[in-house]
């Protein structure tokens, strides 16, 4: 006899999930090996914070030595393997 | 001893530079738009330069590199309108689910066709990145 499976999801919980501790720390841990893969740290920043909804880490370009670099040789694109 | 089977997978290079040289070539105003994996030489006015910059292995067949798309000529107005050219082929090659006659799951975009222009020649250049879905095929 099959059983019936019921799945209640509390209002609010995804929210909290994706906005919690351990969520913030491995996309920043992401974010910081996207910029360890793409170069010196002095050329690449990483930032991360909670918004509305969700919690977000990225990675941006802080010189223009690797803007150039990203411009001609997708430096940073090619880097975000290193996030997976 | 049993010895794993090779599964080759396909150049996607070749494939989007394939679909997008068939797909702009049709399109009135952009007859002889050719696309490649490098910048042709002499330069043409109007080209699509396709480079692969990485990309995950799903499984063992399944894999979605990704791929940037650039768009040059001379001005930026041509250079988006060809990006986004190019953008609706890949959208389109991916509902059709087939990439340069390869079979193609899916098109991700990662970045829409954004104004980024060559930094070595200061040319207009709009570029667009996506995820392309193949599959490799046994050896």
Sequence with gaps: ?84 | MSVAELIIAPDPVDLVVTELTTGVGQRPGFEGVRAGGSVPIPRPRRFVRVRSVGGAQNSVVHLTPTVVVEAYADTDGDAAALGWLCHAIMLAAGRNLSMGGSPCSDVGVFALPQDLPDPTTDQARSTATYAVSLRGVAA
């Design chain 1, 1 to 84: 006899m099959p059983s019936t499976v019921r799945i209640e999801i509390t209002p609010g919980a995804i929210t909290e999930i994706l906005k919690s501790p351990e969520v913030q720390a491995d996309l920043r841990a992401r974010a910081e090996r996207i910029a360890a893969a793409a170069g010196d740290s002095e050329d690449y920043e990483v930032d991360s914070r909670v918004g509305a909804t969700r919690a977000r880490a990225s990675v941006r370009t802080a010189s223009y030595a690797a803007m150039k670099d990203e411009a001609k040789n997708r430096t940073l694109t090619r880097a975000l393997d290193a996030g997976r």
